[in-house]
């Protein structure tokens, strides 16, 4: 092949890199590049990254990048002042060294900044969209144009040539939208490559010519030059003084827990795939859930920056493509278990609605787990009844209890811990004793601290917050308090700048947030199965503390919305957690919930910073957690979906939680950000979780690593109404041994008719963990219980290294 025609990225679609999971962007790159390579060979296969839209590129992006084996990754969009500072010194092209752990050049990449985002040079565009004139080269014709266009191009090519290091240049010629009409494109470019080059006869020195990003990319190789190397990330991205795109890190927030959450579905689709043979193929494959997963990665889509009617879309492909994989999952546990009986799914437990628990006196769950090793799970189910036993697969009786629920959509809870078995499940069986109304929780103004056998939390009894938190092994304790708030949203009319908040941008008004209440409303209920304390805040703020009793996290399950608008005021609201923790102004953000990158208030690691956003200009991306330490304490965040957040003041982080806005910020969505739907006709109400934990920091990675792994594949629910069969097998692991705690079990999925995709990962960077930043080898032979593999296979992971392998499989 010539190589005139050429793909660059190759992914499935062109991924958001502030709100994505790096385990939904392997798979989709892995669904795009696996599509190329069927339909063109292996020359269809793209060499370079292409981002050249996303709205601020993260670390961990550039090290996939590199892993995947492109050769460079170019992108359009930078803070204006990096790039103003890199204009400067010719350092628009760059070594992006993407890993602290990875020994280089694993995730070595090298990177350039495109000289006008995706669109032509000024006054270039040609294309019926387009407005500037054609090249008009028939000296006879009145508006005949070839020395104009020539000029104007010597010029801007020369320009261009001051600002990068060698003698070649790139130019990107399209838009969004193009070529829907080439023939307008290519018409224009032959001739101005022609007259451009014919003045090469009176000693101009630009040659201009068709070419494509990798011919770019090997001409730079070719200069032999030495490029600046760069350690941190590009965010925040700010296109000017008051436009920080750092509203979109929260923007849409349910529909970014939703694909989380159908992320751990389609895993747990996956594995089941794989684990029940044959026969779980028999229904629909789980090709649509993994192409609806692939595509809400698009950096309009998972980012919130769509309009209402597409994001409904992107929510209804995904629950289109649940429905297709829950029959998959219901053929596999029917296989695995014997037990053919009708499945049913509640994919509303996590606002208290599930009509079987709640109306059945006798029903079994069965717990998936999707990790590769035993979880402890707290179940919580909405029922009717006061009283139920509950029983596990070796028909011992479990703990539970039985609570009035915090909020408003079901009567009562019953809830209980499970234990689920590495990459298998296990099976509970509830039983009714009571029905009626359990008693009433105590309201309590009194001094108030819930404790467990690892955290103690205590609330402050004029206030009704949270005073302080201690970890009782290892004696730590700091003062934490924390509450809720809201930024006066900017609507755009004042001196400074017209821009207001939106989709994309935040832009608060006022840096001082106003707070939605000093005092909360509280009850306190304790069982030997968990302790929490509700919280009202306002009628559309409220939270539940929670400490389950074999639980190193404190959980902060808060409730937000309708968000009021009606004194025509657009909020964001936040949470915040003031501490004793002396942070002299550095916090810490994971990138797309893999390694972690140090921040610093008002600060960025590659030029000297002007800030003109005290608030906006400190916001970064968390994806899975943030924290904040000092020598002695670290206290993490553990998130469930992506989120915005900083710490403005020594000692505190906040998080962004929920947005609702009056006005469009003129980014191309042409809408506010003002959700509501159906059942939330006064605006979104929405429900997360944050896991708070207090450890020393050199062993905290030993406690926010595994929470933030099984909050990323969270167990999978399902039940059957009734008894069971007897001979049902209740229990059931597709592994021999779990695997060790440094390892993660990224991916496991049929790849085609006999053969399975394996990706293993170490999960810890390379000082983080006295004990498990080690390397560590695996046996892969007894690894999987279904596969027949004779040979002994050891395969050894460092720090933060993923293996991919294609396993063939003999099925049984
Ligand atoms: C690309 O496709 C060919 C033919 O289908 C296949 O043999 C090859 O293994 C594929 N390569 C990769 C990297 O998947
Ligand atoms: C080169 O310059 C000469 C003298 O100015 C001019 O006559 C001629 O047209 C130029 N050639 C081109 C290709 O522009
Ligand atoms: C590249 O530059 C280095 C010195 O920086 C030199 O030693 C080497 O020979 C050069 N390679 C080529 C192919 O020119
Ligand atoms: C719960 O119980 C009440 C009365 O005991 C009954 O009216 C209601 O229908 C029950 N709810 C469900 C979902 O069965
Ligand atoms: C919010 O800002 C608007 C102006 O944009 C102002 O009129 C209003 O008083 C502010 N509200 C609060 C509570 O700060
Ligand atoms: C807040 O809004 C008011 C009224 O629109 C405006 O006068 C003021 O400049 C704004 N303040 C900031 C910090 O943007
Ligand atoms: C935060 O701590 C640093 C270092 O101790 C100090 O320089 C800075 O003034 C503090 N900032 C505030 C707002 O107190
Ligand atoms: C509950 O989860 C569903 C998805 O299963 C999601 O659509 C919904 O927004 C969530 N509700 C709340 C209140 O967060």
Same mark, same amino acid.
Request: aromatic share 10%; charged share 20%; net charge negative.
């Given at each position: 092949?010539?190589?005139?025609?050429?793909?660059?990225?190759?992914?499935?679609?062109?991924?958001?890199?502030?709100?994505?999971?790096?385990?939904?962007?392997?798979?989709?790159?892995?669904?795009?590049?696996?599509?190329?390579?069927?339909?063109?060979?292996?020359?269809?296969?793209?060499?370079?990254?292409?981002?050249?839209?996303?709205?601020?590129?993260?670390?961990?992006?550039?090290?996939?990048?590199?892993?995947?084996?492109?050769?460079?990754?170019?992108?359009?969009?930078?803070?204006?002042?990096?790039?103003?500072?890199?204009?400067?010194?010719?350092?628009?092209?760059?070594?992006?060294?993407?890993?602290?752990?990875?020994?280089?050049?694993?995730?070595?990449?090298?990177?350039?900044?495109?000289?006008?985002?995706?669109?032509?040079?000024?006054?270039?565009?040609?294309?019926?969209?387009?407005?500037?004139?054609?090249?008009?080269?028939?000296?006879?014709?009145?508006?005949?144009?070839?020395?104009?266009?020539?000029?104007?191009?010597?010029?801007?090519?020369?320009?261009?040539?001051?600002?990068?290091?060698?003698?070649?240049?790139?130019?990107?010629?399209?838009?969004?939208?193009?070529?829907?009409?080439?023939?307008?494109?290519?018409?224009?470019?032959?001739?101005?490559?022609?007259?451009?080059?014919?003045?090469?006869?009176?000693?101009?020195?630009?040659?201009?010519?068709?070419?494509?990003?990798?011919?770019?990319?090997?001409?730079?190789?070719?200069?032999?030059?030495?490029?600046?190397?760069?350690?941190?990330?590009?965010?925040?991205?700010?296109?000017?003084?008051?436009?920080?795109?750092?509203?979109?890190?929260?923007?849409?927030?349910?529909?970014?827990?939703?694909?989380?959450?159908?992320?751990?579905?389609?895993?747990?689709?996956?594995?089941?795939?794989?684990?029940?043979?044959?026969?779980?193929?028999?229904?629909?494959?789980?090709?649509?859930?993994?192409?609806?997963?692939?595509?809400?990665?698009?950096?309009?889509?998972?980012?919130?920056?769509?309009?209402?009617?597409?994001?409904?879309?992107?929510?209804?492909?995904?629950?289109?493509?649940?429905?297709?994989?829950?029959?998959?999952?219901?053929?596999?546990?029917?296989?695995?278990?014997?037990?053919?009986?009708?499945?049913?799914?509640?994919?509303?437990?996590?606002?208290?609605?599930?009509?079987?628990?709640?109306?059945?006196?006798?029903?079994?769950?069965?717990?998936?787990?999707?990790?590769?090793?035993?979880?402890?799970?707290?179940?919580?189910?909405?029922?009717?009844?006061?009283?139920?036993?509950?029983?596990?697969?070796?028909?011992?009786?479990?703990?539970?209890?039985?609570?009035?629920?915090?909020?408003?959509?079901?009567?009562?809870?019953?809830?209980?811990?499970?234990?689920?078995?590495?990459?298998?499940?296990?099976?509970?069986?509830?039983?009714? =004793?009571?029905?009626?109304?359990?008693?009433?929780?105590? +309201?309590?103004? @009194? %001094?108030? !601290?819930? &404790?467990?056998?690892? $955290?103690?939390?205590?609330?402050?009894?004029?206030?009704?917050?949270?005073?302080?938190?201690?970890?009782?092994?290892?004696?730590?304790?700091?003062?934490?308090?924390?509450?809720?708030?809201?930024?006066?949203?900017?609507?755009?009319?004042?001196?400074?700048?017209?821009?207001?908040?939106?989709?994309?941008?935040?832009?608060?008004?006022?840096?001082?947030?106003?707070?939605?209440?000093?005092?909360?409303?509280?009850?306190? =209920?304790?069982?030997?199965?968990?302790?929490?304390?509700? +919280?009202?805040? @306002? %009628?559309? !703020?409220? &939270?539940?503390?929670? $400490?389950?009793?074999?639980?190193?996290?404190?959980?902060?399950?808060?409730?937000?919305?309708?968000?009021?608008?009606?004194?025509?005021?657009?909020?964001?609201?936040?949470?915040?957690?003031?501490?004793?923790?002396?942070?002299?102004?550095?916090?810490?953000?994971?990138?797309?919930?893999?390694?972690?990158?140090?921040?610093?208030?008002?600060?960025?690691?590659?030029?000297?910073?002007?800030?003109?956003?005290?608030?906006?200009?400190?916001?970064?991306?968390?994806?899975?957690?943030?924290?904040?330490?000092?020598?002695?304490?670290?206290?993490?965040?553990?998130?469930?979906?992506?989120?915005?957040?900083?710490?403005?003041?020594?000692?505190?982080?906040?998080?962004?939680?929920?947005?609702?806005?009056?006005?469009?910020?003129?980014?191309?969505?042409?809408?506010?950000?003002?959700?509501?739907?159906?059942?939330?006709?006064?605006?979104?109400?929405?429900?997360?979780?944050?896991?708070?934990?207090?450890?020393?920091?050199?062993?905290?990675?030993?406690?926010?690593?595994?929470?933030?792994?099984?909050?990323?594949?969270?167990?999978?629910?399902?039940?059957?109404?009734?008894?069971?069969?007897?001979?049902?097998?209740?229990?059931?692991?597709?592994?021999?041994?779990?695997?060790?705690?440094?390892?993660?079990?990224?991916?496991?999925?049929?790849?085609?008719?006999?053969?399975?995709?394996?990706?293993?990962?170490?999960?810890?960077?390379?000082?983080?963990?006295?004990?498990?930043?080690?390397?560590?080898?695996?046996?892969?032979?007894?690894?999987?219980?279904?596969?027949?593999?004779?040979?002994?296979?050891?395969?050894?992971?460092?720090?933060?290294?993923?293996?991919?392998?294609?396993?063939?499989?003999?099925?049984?």
């Amino acid at each position: 092949p010539a190589g005139r025609l050429e793909f660059v990225n190759g992914g499935w679609c062109m991924s958001d890199e502030a709100a994505t999971h790096y385990s939904a962007v392997i798979d989709q790159m892995t669904i795009g590049l696996r599509f190329l390579n069927e339909t063109f060979g292996a020359c269809g296969r793209p060499r370079v990254a292409w981002h050249i839209d996303p709205f601020g590129h993260a670390r961990e992006h550039a090290s996939m990048f590199a892993q995947m084996g492109f050769d460079g990754f170019f992108f359009g969009r930078l803070d204006y002042q990096d790039r103003a500072r890199r204009m400067r010194d010719k350092e628009q092209e760059l070594l992006w060294r993407a890993s602290d752990s990875l020994t280089p050049p694993m995730a070595d990449l090298f990177t350039g900044i495109l000289p006008n985002g995706y669109n032509p040079p000024e006054g270039f565009c040609w294309d019926q969209l387009c407005s500037d004139p054609p090249i008009r080269d028939d000296p006879d014709l009145e508006d005949y144009n070839v020395d104009d266009v020539v000029g104007r191009f010597l010029v801007i090519a020369n320009s261009q040539s001051t600002v990068y290091k060698t003698n070649h240049i790139i130019m990107t010629m399209g838009s969004d939208f193009q070529y829907e009409n080439a023939n307008l494109w290519y018409k224009n470019l032959d001739k101005l490559i022609h007259y451009v080059n014919a003045q090469q006869a009176n000693g101009s020195k630009v040659n201009v010519l068709y070419s494509t990003p990798s011919c770019y990319l090997q001409e730079l190789h070719r200069a032999n030059l030495t490029w600046p190397l760069k350690t941190d990330d590009f965010f925040p991205y700010a296109d000017d003084a008051h436009d920080f795109w750092t509203g979109y890190f929260t923007s849409r927030p349910a529909l970014k827990r939703y694909e989380r959450i159908s992320n751990s579905n389609l895993q747990t689709c996956n594995q089941l795939e794989v684990l029940g043979g044959l026969t779980s193929r028999k229904g629909p494959f789980g090709e649509g859930d993994k192409k609806a997963m692939a595509v809400a990665q698009h950096h309009d889509a998972v980012s919130g920056t769509e309009k209402q009617h597409v994001a409904n879309d992107y929510a209804r492909k995904l629950a289109n493509g649940w429905q297709h994989c829950q029959v998959l999952v219901s053929n596999s546990l029917a296989a695995l278990s014997g037990l053919s009986a009708e499945r049913i799914y509640c994919d509303n437990l996590n606002v208290s609605v599930c009509h079987l628990t709640e109306s059945s006196k006798k029903f079994s769950v069965n717990v998936y787990n999707p990790l590769a090793r035993p979880v402890t799970w707290p179940v919580r189910l909405p029922v009717n009844g006061t009283a139920y036993s509950v029983s596990d697969a070796s028909g011992k009786a479990v703990d539970c209890q039985v609570s009035m629920c915090a909020s408003s959509f079901a009567v009562n809870e019953l809830v209980f811990q499970v234990q689920a078995p590495p990459l298998g499940y296990t099976t509970y069986t509830v039983a009714l =004793i009571q029905d009626g109304p359990p008693p009433a929780p105590a +309201q309590q103004r @009194a %001094p108030t !601290v819930i &404790q467990n056998k690892f $955290l103690q939390v205590t609330f402050d009894h004029e206030t009704g917050l949270i005073s302080s938190l201690n970890n009782l092994e290892t004696k730590q304790s700091i003062k934490l308090t924390q509450n809720f708030y809201w930024y006066n949203a900017s609507d755009g009319n004042n001196v400074a700048s017209r821009q207001p908040s939106g989709a994309y941008i935040f832009r608060p008004n006022s840096s001082t947030p106003v707070i939605i209440s000093q005092t909360a409303k509280t009850e306190i =209920i304790k069982t030997s199965v968990v302790q929490e304390v509700r +919280q009202w805040f @306002a %009628p559309w !703020v409220s &939270q539940v503390v929670r $400490l389950y009793a074999d639980s190193r996290a404190l959980e902060l399950e808060w409730t937000v919305g309708p968000v009021p608008i009606d004194d025509s005021v657009g909020k964001e609201v936040i949470t915040r957690l003031d501490t004793s923790i002396k942070t002299a102004e550095y916090f810490y953000t994971d990138s797309n919930g893999r390694e972690v990158l140090q921040r610093k208030k008002d600060f960025r690691p590659t030029w000297n910073l002007k800030q003109s956003e005290p608030i906006a200009g400190n916001y970064y991306p968390i994806n899975s957690r943030a924290y904040i330490k000092d020598d002695v304490d670290q206290l993490t965040v553990v998130t469930d979906r992506s989120q915005g957040g900083g710490s403005i003041q020594n000692g505190s982080l906040e998080i962004m939680l929920h947005r609702r806005l009056l006005h469009d910020d003129f980014r191309g969505v042409g809408e506010p950000l003002n959700e509501i739907s159906g059942i939330f006709p006064d605006g979104l109400v929405v429900r997360g979780r944050l896991l708070l934990t207090l450890d020393p920091p050199q062993t905290a990675a030993d406690t926010h690593r595994p929470l933030a792994e099984g909050m990323v594949l969270q167990p999978l629910l399902t039940f059957t109404d009734g008894d069971l069969k007897p001979n049902t097998q209740l229990e059931f692991s597709g592994l021999l041994a779990a695997l060790p705690p440094a390892v993660h079990l990224l991916t496991l999925s049929q790849w085609d008719e006999d053969s399975v995709l394996l990706r293993l990962e170490h999960q810890y960077q390379s000082s983080e963990s006295k004990v498990s930043s080690q390397p560590v080898t695996v046996n892969l032979q007894p690894l999987l219980k279904t596969f027949e593999d004779p040979s002994t296979w050891e395969v050894t992971l460092r720090p933060m290294e993923i293996r991919t392998f294609l396993l063939k499989v003999n099925l049984r």
